[in-house]
């Protein structure tokens, strides 16, 4: 039988959880670690967090867009003017650029991003229309005209 790895559908949506984690637990999960390595939190009922490790980029080296439900965070590192006779002996920090691609659930809005010792968090928000929200309807009686509202009983 053949396994389907939904994993890396699950880090790059927001707003699907139950969908994915019952996907999720069907499949193995995968270990592999992408860069920019990034976290997508739950903050409340219909609040949502993406943070990501961006050490060394500053505001104006990372854009954010997002555009018919796609979250893009693209990343491009300036070149650094070398101080003439500099000699790097080890050069372990990386200046690579990034794309990475988030797929936003219907309604969810990118409500703000701040950049904090190194660390990118992106707020979101999903907001249902009032036309999608639950209401109640009145049931008239047409012999009095009266308005009767019927309601369920809760156990």
Do not use: W
């Not at 018919?68 to 590192?77: A, I």
Request: charged fraction near 30%.
């Amino acid at each position: 039988m053949r396994h389907v790895d939904f994993s890396p559908l699950y880090r790059s949506t927001v707003g699907f959880d139950k969908l994915l984690t019952m996907l999720d637990g069907l499949a193995p999960t995968d270990q592999t670690q992408s860069y920019p390595p990034y976290n997508i939190e739950r903050t409340g009922d219909t609040t949502y967090r993406i943070t990501m490790a961006v050490a060394g980029f500053d505001e104006a080296e990372i854009s954010i867009e997002a555009r018919e439900h796609v979250l893009t965070v693209t990343g491009e590192k300036a070149d650094d003017n070398e101080v003439k006779g500099t000699e790097f002996l080890y050069r372990g920090i990386a200046k690579r650029a990034f794309e990475r691609r988030f797929q936003l659930a219907e309604h969810v809005e990118v409500t703000g991003a701040s950049l904090r010792n190194g660390l990118l968090h992106i707020d979101l928000v999903r907001e249902l229309p009032e036309a999608m929200k639950p209401r109640r309807i009145a049931i008239s009686n047409d012999a009095n005209g009266e308005t009767r509202q019927i309601e369920a009983q809760t156990a």
